[in-house]
């Protein structure tokens, strides 16, 4: 199965990789409109955001929306022991959803996972049934098993990055649905 994952990481980065630097944007923008306008964040008080590496969606809109509408964010940092924890992020730090910096980890409150309502998780590539593939280290699915967990989970993805079925095992976590472009 790790020949297949690997095979898939590489055909979507390479998708990714094709798109024009204003495609990527327009997706970006077109996600994030969708995502604001779901039940899932607008009855969310509190959500998880992730902070986009070069390659990823860009979510700055999202959090904009979220801070404008009252709500609490957060983003994932991931210590020395793997274990990713949720950030409070506040609006005098939007620049973290910029990604020309690179990997980097908020500071701030650390959130409780029961206190997250929605999980907006990253992944190199979705399936129609909310299998979800990621970089490969474990990091959300480790997070998204926790038993005090209780926020809903939704992908974001280029329409690029979805594949008909996913290559699954038991500590593979899937996403309650998936939220493109398209």
Partial sequence: MNDQKRKIRNEVRAARAG???????????????????????????????????????????????AWQAGKTICAPTS??????????????????????????????????????????????AFDPNGGRLGRGGGFYDRFLKRPDLRAKKIGAAFIEQIRPVLPMDINDVPVDRVITDE
């Fill in 79 to 124: 210590p020395a022991d793997r274990e990713i924890r949720a950030i409070e992020i506040k609006p005098e730090n939007c620049d973290l959803f910029d990604a020309k910096m690179g990997l980097r980890s908020p500071l701030g409150l650390e959130i409780h996972p029961g206190e997250i309502d929605l999980i907006i998780v990253p992944a190199l």
């Fill in 19 to 65: 798109l024009r630097e204003r495609d990527f944007h327009r997706k970006s923008d077109i996600i994030c409109a969708r995502l604001i306008a779901i039940e899932e964040f607008i009855s969310a008080n509190c959500i998880m955001l992730y902070l986009p590496m070069s390659d990823e969606i860009r979510l700055g809109a999202l959090a904009k929306a």
